[in-house]
């Protein structure tokens, strides 16, 4: 197989992924089974609490883990993922996921991240599970 441009696949994820981008969170940094997103927290992605919302942690880490599994080249599905929040974002100004492959196989690759605060703080804790498909 050729070597994998890192950063031409990074910034065509964060063109094609209109979801991740309606919400200010992009790819920033991958590499063979390492991936990171980031995002700045404005009001818009704040609960009612004022907490960062758990679906934008959630998205955090799943686009990053994505990230991290499709670095070795291949397209792939999440088939399931756990997740633990482990403290509230209050006062978050920005949110840093960083995903490492632990497994990558044939057919399934699994990741694990964390996800961080503008301090460093530990907010939660994710494994996901992705299936390689031809598309």
């Known amino acids: 197989?050729?070597?994998?441009?890192?950063?031409?696949?990074?910034?065509?994820?964060?063109?094609?992924?209109a979801f991740a981008r309606s919400i200010g969170l992009?790819?920033?940094?991958l590499e063979e089974?390492?991936?990171?997103?980031?995002?700045?927290?404005?009001?818009?992605?704040?609960?009612?609490?004022?907490?960062?919302?758990?679906?934008?942690?959630?998205?955090?880490?799943?686009?990053?883990a994505g990230g991290a599994a499709i670095s070795f080249g291949d397209v792939v599905t999440t088939v399931d993922s756990s997740f633990?929040?482990?403290r509230p974002g209050l006062n978050t100004t920005r949110i840093k996921a960083d995903a490492v492959a632990?497994?990558?196989?044939?057919?399934?690759?699994?990741?694990?991240?964390?996800?961080?605060?503008?301090d460093g703080t530990l907010l939660c804790i994710g494994t996901f599970s992705f299936m390689s498909v031809e598309v």
């Open 84 to 86: 633990r929040y482990l």
């Open 102 to 118: 632990v497994k990558h196989g044939k057919r399934l690759t699994v990741v694990q991240v964390n996800v961080f605060n503008q």
């Open 26 to 29: 992009g790819l920033t940094f």
């Open 33 to 64: 089974g390492h991936a990171v997103t980031e995002m700045d927290i404005t009001e818009n992605q704040l609960n009612p609490i004022g907490s960062v919302h758990g679906g934008c942690l959630y998205t955090a880490a799943d686009v990053a």
């Open 1 to 17: 197989m050729s070597e994998l441009n890192f950063q031409e696949i990074m910034e065509v994820r964060n063109q094609t992924n």
